[in-house]
């Protein structure tokens, strides 16, 4: 069964470094997400891409965060300068087609800033 | 603005006994729920959803608008039950977005 991947599985990096957390969602998915999850705290949308543009975004995703999509599998996440409060663990997840509302969800990647 | 509770960090139950988990939301307009579970050391996946009114594992969930809820519950939980669950509302957003809301999540520990 096809499943989203998320690479890398831990990140460590210094704070005002910039990360890029990757993401292959399901083949022929069309819509593609990122959540996190600070520890202890419930999973929060981050930002939904559709088309090759952001449809959705919370007020997490401020300037610091822009996502790609540079080919047709790579979903990317980039911040730009990381803070120590982005440490968290970052979720991808894919739905296939208006009509099919689940979504699937990869392994995540944990950041950690430092 | 679109809300989903989990008044339970840990819920505790013996073997075979039932198992409730509850999910309350808040949304203006016509909600779809979602149950997911998470495993240890696993992703996040689908356990049911609200329109399909099916069990899976054991387990249903109705909504119900009047107490705008949506608990989940099993007649005789199993020791591999236990897992993190967590109640999400989907919201069309405009663009087909259906972004998730999710509760903080219950973790369900069952007991030999």
């Known amino acids: 069964e096809p499943e989203v991947t998320q690479t890398p599985s831990h990140q460590v990096t210094q704070m005002g470094q910039e990360v890029i957390l990757r993401c292959v969602p399901i083949s022929n998915h069309l819509y593609f997400y990122w959540y996190r999850q600070i520890l202890g705290q419930k999973v929060e949308f981050l930002v939904s891409?559709?088309?090759?543009?952001?449809?959705?975004k919370s007020e997490i995703f401020d300037d610091q965060f822009s996502v790609e999509r540079p080919d047709g599998s790579n979903f990317t996440l980039k911040i730009r300068s990381t803070k120590l409060e982005d440490s968290a663990m970052y979720f991808c997840?894919?739905?296939?087609?208006?009509?099919?509302?689940?979504?699937?969800f990869g392994p995540g990647t944990r950041l950690l800033v430092l | 603005a679109q809300r989903v509770t989990q008044p339970e960090k840990l819920l505790s139950v013996f073997k075979g006994a039932p198992v409730e988990l509850k999910c309350n939301y808040s949304y203006s307009g016509s909600p779809e729920l979602f149950w997911y579970v998470q495993y240890s050391r696993q992703r996040l996946q689908l356990l049911l959803r609200?329109?399909s009114r099916e069990s899976i594992k054991g387990f249903t969930a109705d909504l119900n608008k009047g107490e705008t809820s949506f608990h989940l519950k099993k007649p005789f939980a199993q020791e591999e039950d236990s897992a993190m669950y967590y109640c999400?509302?989907?919201?069309?957003?405009?663009?087909?977005?259906?972004?998730?809301?999710f509760g903080k999540g219950t973790k369900l520990s069952v007991i030999p």
């Open positions: 891409f559709y088309n090759n543009e952001i449809s959705e």
């Open positions: 997840a894919s739905r296939g087609r208006d009509g099919q509302e689940t979504q699937y």
């Open positions: 999400a509302l989907t919201q069309y957003s405009g663009a087909g977005s259906y972004q998730l809301t």
């Open positions: 609200h329109i």
